[in-house]
């Protein structure tokens, strides 16, 4: 861990020696380019030492301050878990009882800029409460609060966060990653759980985790699609690269660490992707299906690819049905035209190559929107009518068609790491 070099340091205040302890007033701190301003006070009478401060900063620079951290990603646990088992260290909570306050118009941490920062902390007896958390970070506004009980054996946690408009593509490029999508998102988290390490606490959560976005934008380029000839004619993308995005809502409800989705749902102007199955945060396992369903008549015949997410948290494994890919390719092939990946996955007796010449009509998003259960619809596809074929067809055989298909499927574990 890297120090960085100690910039100037200004400070003055007002102390006075007051019930068994010490009181600051008229506090005014500079350092380098943050500054802080209000009371403060230490008291060393009761059974343990107890802290007020009520803090004011037009800006804290933590990046200036404090020690720039290893950007290396954590090497995997030995058993592969993503979910460290290692005791939380929530000693120093029992240490002394705190009251604080901090309003600060601008924090800089990380490289990332938040603004009107709203922070009340209090610690009694080793229970921290977290109140008022208000903050702007990439122009959502943050609010919530968060409970911990570290005076208890197993300390109980509860964490309860909303964020409204928040400019996902403004924050990918402040975590200096390239945006792949625009819009902005709306997340409500509320969970709680008990445990003496982050493990623990993940294996019985309890609660709801929901995302959701409206009329953003998203890259096309995430599917990893080999042929322009057959992208430019898929309803997923415009000539730009990029398409609407009517709604995108991830929805799940926790249930003992059980997570399951009550609505996964991403919708262009051309395609539904409908997600069902869920996670185990007990064992970090992934049980996952997204379902693809055309809108429009303008796949040609080419293949939906239906697939599978499982494996684990720290290693995802998108899967094709082995029986859809060959069944819908092979079909496919044969009247000449390629095989291209989208999102998909089949947890319905069709065949890919008939997903591929339906369309669906559902509006998922009204219902995803709705807070409604959503599953890809048993009886809302409908065949497509037929379509002339491009003049000049690829001539690519199964094995062509099966490698763009690998191709895509390496757009989707980028998206969800290796």
Not at 178 to 183: D, F, L, T
Not at 190 to 197: D, P
Not at 257 to 272: F, P
Not at 277 to 288: F, Q, S, V
């Given at each position: 861990?890297?120090?960085?070099?100690?910039?100037?340091?200004?400070?003055?205040?007002?102390?006075?020696?007051?019930?068994?302890?010490?009181?600051?007033?008229?506090?005014?701190?500079?350092?380098?380019?943050?500054?802080?301003?209000?009371?403060?006070?230490?008291?060393?009478?009761?059974?343990?030492?107890?802290?007020?401060?009520?803090?004011?900063?037009?800006?804290?620079?933590?990046?200036?301050?404090?020690?720039?951290?290893?950007?290396?990603?954590?090497?995997?646990?030995?058993?592969?878990?993503?979910?460290?088992?290692?005791?939380?260290?929530?000693?120093?909570?029992?240490?002394?009882?705190?009251?604080?306050?901090?309003?600060?118009?601008?924090?800089?941490?990380?490289?990332?800029?938040?603004?009107?920062?709203?922070?009340?902390?209090?610690?009694?007896?080793?229970?921290?409460?977290?109140k008022p958390l208000q903050a702007t970070v990439a122009d959502g506004v943050i609010s919530g609060e968060i409970t911990l009980g570290a005076d208890q054996a197993v300390p109980p946690l509860g964490i309860n966060l909303n964020i409204a408009k928040l400019d996902y593509g403004k924050l990918?490029?402040?975590?200096?990653?390239?945006?792949?999508?625009?819009?902005?998102?709306?997340?409500?988290?509320?969970?709680?759980?008990?445990?003496?390490?982050?493990?623990?606490?993940?294996?019985?959560?309890?609660?709801?985790?929901?995302?959701?976005?409206?009329?953003?934008?998203?890259?096309?380029?995430?599917?990893?699609?080999?042929?322009?000839?057959?992208?430019?004619?898929?309803?997923?993308?415009?000539?730009?690269?990029?398409?609407?995005?009517?709604?995108?809502?991830?929805?799940?409800?926790?249930?003992?660490?059980?997570?399951?989705?009550?609505?996964?749902?991403?919708?262009?102007?051309?395609?539904?992707?409908?997600?069902?199955?869920?996670?185990?945060?007990?064992?970090?396992?992934?049980?996952?299906?997204?379902?693809?369903?055309?809108?429009?008549?303008?796949?040609?015949?080419?293949?939906?690819?239906?697939?599978?997410?499982?494996?684990?948290?720290?290693?995802?494994?998108?899967?094709?049905?082995?029986?859809?890919?060959?069944?819908?390719?092979?079909?496919?092939?044969?009247?000449?035209?390629?095989?291209?990946?989208?999102?998909?996955?089949?947890?319905?007796?069709?065949?890919?190559?008939?997903?591929a010449t339906n369309t669906d009509d559902t509006d998922y998003c009204a219902l995803a929107l709705a807070g409604k259960q959503v599953a890809p619809s048993k009886g809302a596809a409908k065949p497509a009518p037929a379509q002339q074929q491009p003049k000049e067809q690829p001539k690519s055989?199964?094995?062509?068609?099966?490698?763009?298909?690998?191709?895509?499927?390496?757009?989707?574990?980028?998206?969800?790491?290796?």
């Amino acid at each position: 861990m890297e120090m960085p070099p100690l910039p100037a340091v200004t400070a003055s205040a007002r102390v006075a020696d007051k019930d068994g302890g010490y009181r600051l007033q008229d506090v005014d701190v500079k350092i380098g380019a943050s500054d802080l301003k209000g009371t403060a006070a230490l008291y060393l009478g009761g059974a343990r030492p107890r802290i007020t401060a009520d803090l004011q900063s037009t800006q804290l620079d933590l990046d200036e301050l404090l020690p720039k951290g290893d950007d290396k990603p954590a090497p995997p646990a030995a058993d592969g878990r993503l979910f460290p088992a290692d005791p939380l260290p929530l000693d120093g909570l029992k240490a002394a009882d705190a009251d604080i306050n901090l309003a600060a118009a601008r924090l800089r941490v990380n490289n990332m800029d938040v603004t009107g920062l709203r922070l009340g902390v209090l610690l009694q007896g080793g229970r921290l409460t977290v109140k008022p958390l208000q903050a702007t970070v990439a122009d959502g506004v943050i609010s919530g609060e968060i409970t911990l009980g570290a005076d208890q054996a197993v300390p109980p946690l509860g964490i309860n966060l909303n964020i409204a408009k928040l400019d996902y593509g403004k924050l990918a490029a402040a975590m200096g990653q390239k945006p792949v999508a625009e819009g902005t998102a709306d997340v409500t988290l509320k969970v709680t759980g008990a445990g003496t390490s982050v493990r623990q606490l993940m294996a019985g959560l309890d609660g709801k985790l929901r995302v959701v976005s409206e009329k953003g934008r998203i890259d096309s380029t995430l599917l990893n699609v080999a042929s322009a000839d057959i992208l430019s004619a898929l309803p997923l993308v415009d000539s730009k690269g990029d398409k609407d995005l009517r709604c995108a809502v991830v929805d799940f409800d926790v249930v003992k660490g059980i997570a399951n989705a009550k609505a996964l749902v991403l919708e262009t102007g051309g395609l539904s992707v409908v997600g069902v199955g869920g996670l185990n945060l007990r064992d970090e396992t992934l049980n996952l299906v997204l379902e693809p369903r055309a809108k429009k008549t303008s796949l040609l015949s080419a293949a939906i690819v239906p697939v599978a997410i499982r494996g684990t948290l720290a290693k995802p494994e998108p899967k094709v049905n082995p029986a859809d890919l060959v069944t819908g390719v092979a079909s496919n092939v044969a009247s000449g035209a390629a095989a291209i990946m989208t999102f998909g996955l089949s947890a319905l007796a069709q065949s890919a190559f008939n997903r591929a010449t339906n369309t669906d009509d559902t509006d998922y998003c009204a219902l995803a929107l709705a807070g409604k259960q959503v599953a890809p619809s048993k009886g809302a596809a409908k065949p497509a009518p037929a379509q002339q074929q491009p003049k000049e067809q690829p001539k690519s055989g199964v094995g062509g068609a099966l490698q763009n298909l690998e191709k895509g499927l390496g757009g989707l574990k980028g998206l969800l790491g290796k």
